[in-house]
Nanobody, 124 residues
């Protein structure tokens, strides 16, 4: 079990870039596959990006491919999400999630630990 805290959200204009960060407590961060999900009101929770325990493998949802980059720093117990070319449809509450295991899953129920979320709003 890890504690996850997201930060970096905010209000930006379309086309802008934004960096999100997720900080983890505990000594087991490196044993967790990490991912970012997002959810807008009235919409399904959506997989955005995931990264393997060592960071060697990444996986992206269709909406994120080519625009977002996930990374992690196990020495700092952090996972980041760099977002570019933001669009209004990217507006959502972005969650950091972790799971024990070695496979980057793309569905929320596979993840056991979640942060509180950080709001990203893309609007002109």
């Amino acid at each position: 079990q890890v504690q996850l805290v997201e930060s970096g959200g905010g209000l930006v204009q379309p086309g802008a870039s934004l960096r999100l960060s997720c900080a983890s407590s505990g000594d087991t961060f490196s044993t967790y596959v990490m991912a970012w999900f997002r959810q807008a009101p009235g919409k399904e929770r959506e997989f955005v990006a995931g990264i393997s325990r060592r960071g060697g493998r990444t996986r992206y949802g269709d909406s994120a491919k080519g625009r977002f980059t996930i990374s992690r720093d196990n020495a700092k117990n952090t996972v980041g999400l760099e977002m570019s070319s933001l669009k209004p449809e990217d507006t959502a509450l972005y969650y950091c999630a972790g799971r024990t295991g070695d496979v980057v899953k793309t569905t929320g129920p596979e993840y056991s630990d979640w942060g509180q979320g950080t709001q990203v709003t893309v609007s002109a």
